[in-house]
Each structure stands twice: as C-alpha cells, then as structure tokens.
C-alpha cells in the first residue's frame, strides 16, 4: 500500500513489497537540485530512515538524468543572493547526514547523468549500478565553486586520496565504465539490462537476514558518518566563500554564454 507515503513535489515515492522506491522528479531538468529538492530530499531521506514497511531502499532518478548537479538559473540567482545558498548549503549537510543515518541499505540505480551534489548523493548510497552511458563527476570547480557538499567526504573513501584529489581538483566528469574500472560506482551496464540486475540484486538483500545486513552497514558507515562529522562544517562555510567570489561569477556567465571561463583568483 502507498497511501501511508508521504507526498512530494519533487520526488516520488514508491512501495514494492519491502522495496521503498525514491525517484528523484524534475526530468524536464535533468532533476537538477533547486530550492525545493534541496528542501524535500533531507526530508523524504528521513522518511526512508524510518519507514518500517521497507527493508531496501532504492533511489533513481526520472526521465535522462540521475541529477545533472544545479540548475543554472537557480546558480545566478543564489550568486545574486548568496544567503540564499548559505540555506541550500545546510540543506546538503542534511541530505549528506540523512543519507548516512538510513540504517537499511540503499541502492542506487542511476539511470543517466550524476554531477555535483547529484554525484555525492549517488556516491553515499550504499552499492552503485549505473547506464553505461551515464557521467559521473564533481565539477564545482568548474564554476568557481567549493566541492564542500559532500564529494570531498565521499570520494576519497570511495577510491582514495591521490583518484578522488585528481577528479576533484579538475571536475572531470567519468564515463561510467571508467568509474566501475577505478572503484567508484559498482557495476555499469546497458540500458536495456539495468533494471533486471537492479532488481535481482534488491532481491537478494531482501531475501537475507535484514538485522545482520543493516548491522553491517552501520559498522562500515562508522568510519563515513566520522569523516563527514569532521569535514561537512568546513567544507559548506569555503563552499559559501566561493559563491561570494569573482570566479563564480564568472563560471557561471562562461555556462551561460557557452565558452570557456576566464579565472582570476578573486
């Protein structure tokens, strides 16, 4: 039954048996995180957390993308108001925490393109099956940004210190077949095939010992959840820096305008 969900405008929810079913809704933005997402997705990952009629969470995206990272207009306008980000930056730490406070395991089925704080969420589920033809990568930088909602916590722990500093530093988007080769993500496959390897592995979670499973996961998410205690306050207030500078700006105006960016270090 689904009439216990609660409802969203930006995500929908889903009950299959003991599946819960998070989709992220904005396909006609790639699921792009505005306002309202940042707002609805803490929120709809606490649920998650605590719903007793799942004991597997899978989380998706809707339409191409998985989330193809900010919304340009909604960049421009929090560069125009930089309170304004300084809310949406405290709203990553809580999608950052909410997802590693759920106990269960969480799936990721990430049907296109993960960039941005879309990349970090995709990247602290618990196990990855990605589109060969999607993109992962962190290009904050890119923008003049701070990579300080979460990839600096998740992609050292996730392939190490020397991998995650060089996609990093540079924004490199990856290819999913790249991610699976240097550890990343977990499995890339075919369109066509990823569903079928999506829901078989969900199945054999669902079929195991669900205390000892979720059990595990809080001891591996022990270390994570440390991590993001110690790095999370840091990285917001740089990244709220950075939206205050010169070189966002001109990110953002370089997106725009379909050209390079000319950084000055300001």
């Given at each position: 039954?689904?009439?216990?969900?609660?409802?969203?405008?930006?995500?929908?929810?889903?009950?299959?048996?003991?599946?819960?079913?998070?989709?992220?809704?904005?396909?006609?933005?790639?699921?792009?995180?505005?306002?309202?997402?940042?707002?609805?997705?803490?929120?709809?990952?606490?649920?998650?957390?605590?719903?007793?009629?799942?004991d597997v969470v899978l989380l998706t995206g809707?339409?191409?993308?998985?989330?193809?990272?900010?919304?340009?207009?909604h960049m421009e306008h929090n560069a125009a108001?930089?309170?304004?980000?300084?809310?949406?930056?405290?709203?990553?730490?809580?999608?950052?925490?909410?997802?590693?406070?759920?106990?269960?395991?969480?799936?990721?089925?990430?049907?296109?393109?993960?960039?941005?704080?879309?990349?970090?969420?995709?990247?602290?589920?618990?196990?990855?099956?990605?589109?060969?033809?999607?993109?992962?990568?962190?290009?904050?930088?890119?923008?003049?940004?701070?990579?300080?909602?979460?990839?600096?916590?998740?992609?050292?722990?996730?392939?190490?210190?020397?991998?995650?500093?060089?996609?990093?530093?540079?924004?490199?988007?990856?290819?999913?077949?790249?991610?699976?080769?240097?550890?990343?993500?977990n499995y890339s496959l075919p369109a066509a095939?990823?569903?079928?390897?999506?829901?078989?592995?969900?199945?054999?979670?669902?079929?195991?010992?669900?205390?000892?499973?979720?059990?595990?996961?809080?001891?591996?998410?022990?270390?994570?959840?440390?991590?993001?205690?110690?790095?999370?306050?840091?990285?917001?207030?740089?990244?709220?820096?950075?939206?205050?500078?010169?070189?966002?700006?001109?990110?953002?105006?370089?997106?725009?305008?379909?050209?390079?960016?000319?950084?000055?270090?300001?």
């Open positions: 039954m689904s009439h216990d969900l609660p409802r969203f405008a930006t995500i929908l929810l889903e009950r299959r048996e003991r599946l819960l079913v998070l989709t992220l809704n904005r396909p006609d933005a790639l699921n792009a995180v505005n306002l309202e997402l940042h707002d609805e997705l803490p929120e709809a990952l606490a649920f998650a957390g605590r719903d007793r009629g799942s809707a339409g191409r993308a998985f989330s193809a990272g900010g919304d340009i207009a108001n930089p309170h304004l980000f300084d809310h949406e930056a405290r709203q990553a730490k809580r999608i950052v925490f909410a997802l590693l406070d759920i106990e269960k395991p969480v799936v990721c089925r990430m049907n296109g393109h993960a960039v941005g704080l879309g990349a970090s969420v995709a990247l602290l589920c618990d196990i990855i099956f990605a589109a060969d033809t999607a993109k992962i990568g962190d290009p904050h930088v890119g923008i003049g940004l701070v990579a300080g909602d979460g990839g600096a916590v998740v992609w050292t722990q996730r392939i190490g210190l020397a991998k995650a500093k060089e996609y990093l530093l540079t924004g490199e988007l990856l290819t999913a077949p790249k991610a699976v080769e240097i550890g990343l993500i095939e990823l569903d079928e390897a999506v829901d078989a592995f969900c199945q054999r979670l669902l079929n195991g010992a669900s205390n000892a499973i979720r059990w595990t996961k809080i001891l591996t998410n022990i270390e994570l959840k440390r991590i993001a205690g110690a790095v999370m306050e840091a990285g917001i207030a740089y990244e709220s820096l950075s939206v205050r500078s010169a070189d966002h700006r001109e990110g953002i105006a370089a997106l725009k305008e379909k050209r390079a960016p000319r950084f000055t270090g300001r």
